[in-house]
């Protein structure tokens, strides 16, 4: 399997695990009309950060995002990197208790929380153990498993399709640009794992313009299908929009007559993804920032599991964990625009003999 198509898989897939749940409410906050333009800007905003982030990267072709960091300063990089590692703890910490709220309401409704917490912490932190070379071979078979899904659920929710539901498309208030919680959008776009990859493959940014077309397909899907189906005053006021959506289909003459069976059999596979990815991602960063030879990535990824596991239970109600979790995407969104930046500066400045590597 050629390795940049097992990359364009996990980009899409991080992508599907946050966008069917937060993406949808935050575009419906900020506006009321023209809701594609919005999509359509974060995903140009996206795909800008993207390039300066390979731009920078193509700078120090032998060198990781960490390795990068290190070269400007080892301080630099703790200073930076910390605060970086706790934001991740505890994104995985309120996406798996999120999915999880949602899975206990699909599945298993009399199931207490935490035992579906410690299923999904274990099976991430395990295969983040198996290293990078594991995750990605499991994007080929989840992108078989779920992708198929996703393409039925999108299709066989058209039938309950009401046109007139969207009628504003060009109008956007300009004041939906300047709300924070456009700037929360960019923390939905986990595309900082790219960095600490690209060095053991061939990744081009021209190699991931497929795989960013696919994600901004979807991300319009998700945002539409619940509007076309309820309105815009109707979906402001439900918890979960795409899944309301997924549940006023009926698919009775299939074996399952309820379309969230596949909406929830989707989101096992991707929350249990993307955290594997993230878990990677501070495992990682931990071996390099703290090198030891008896602490290893592994050692630092079940570390940080069993953390993000307490920080997930000691929440107590679905309301503050949605509201934390939105806090921690936000500040995600600081690290999703300053770390391409400063590597395409630190790297432009270098090549032109301005700045010198930290020896």
């Known amino acids: 399997m050629i390795r940049p198509l097992q990359i364009g898989l996990t980009f899409i897939i991080i992508q ?37 982030y390979f731009k920078g990267l193509s700078y120090f072709p032998q060198s990781d995002v960490v390795d990068v960091y290190f070269k400007i300063g080892r301080w630099v990089a703790f200073l930076y990197f910390i605060p970086f590692v706790i934001n991740l703890i505890l994104i995985v910490a309120f996406n798996n208790r999120v999915h999880t709220e949602v899975i206990i309401s699909i599945f298993l409704p009399r199931t207490p929380y935490w035992s579906i917490l410690i299923l999904l912490f274990f099976i991430s932190a395990y295969t983040a153990t198996k290293g990078i070379g594991t995750i990605l071979r499991c994007s080929v078979f989840l992108s078989f498993l779920v992708i198929p899904l996703v393409v039925f659920n999108i299709f066989s929710s058209t039938v309950n399709f009401d046109l007139h539901n969207v009628s504003q498309v060009w109008d956007l208030p300009i004041q939906s640009w300047l709300d924070i919680k456009f700037f929360y959008l960019l923390g939905l776009s986990p595309f900082l794992f790219l960095g600490f990859i690209t060095p053991e493959t061939n990744l081009s940014f021209r190699k991931l313009i497929v795989a960013w077309i696919s994600v901004l ?50 989101l096992v596979g991707l929350v249990i993804f993307a955290n594997a990815v993230i878990l990677l ?22 570390g940080t599991s069993i953390l993000s596991f307490i920080f997930a239970v000691i929440v107590p109600n679905k309301m503050l964990i949605e509201q934390y979790f939105l806090w921690s995407i936000g500040a995600q969104s600081f690290f999703m625009v300053t770390t391409p930046f ?13 700045l010198e590597y930290e020896k």
């Open 16 to 52: 599907l695990s946050f966008g069917y749940l937060i993406f949808p409410d935050l575009i419906y906050d900020l506006t009321n009309t023209a809701h594609w333009a919005l999509v359509m800007c974060h995903g140009i905003v996206q795909l800008f950060l993207i390039w300066i």
């Open 217 to 266: 397909l979807f991300l319009l899907s998700v945002v539409y299908i619940p509007l076309f189906i309820f309105g815009q005053e109707t979906v402001v006021r439900l918890p979960n929009p795409f899944l309301e959506a997924m549940d006023s289909v009926d698919i009775s003459w299939f074996s399952f007559n309820r379309q969230t069976v596949f909406f929830g059999v989707s």
């Open 281 to 302: 991602m501070i495992g990682h960063v931990m071996e390099k920032m703290f090198q030891s030879r008896k602490v290893r990535a592994p050692h630092w990824i079940i």
């Open 342 to 354: 400063i590597i395409f500066i630190y790297g432009f400045l270098s090549k032109r003999g301005v």
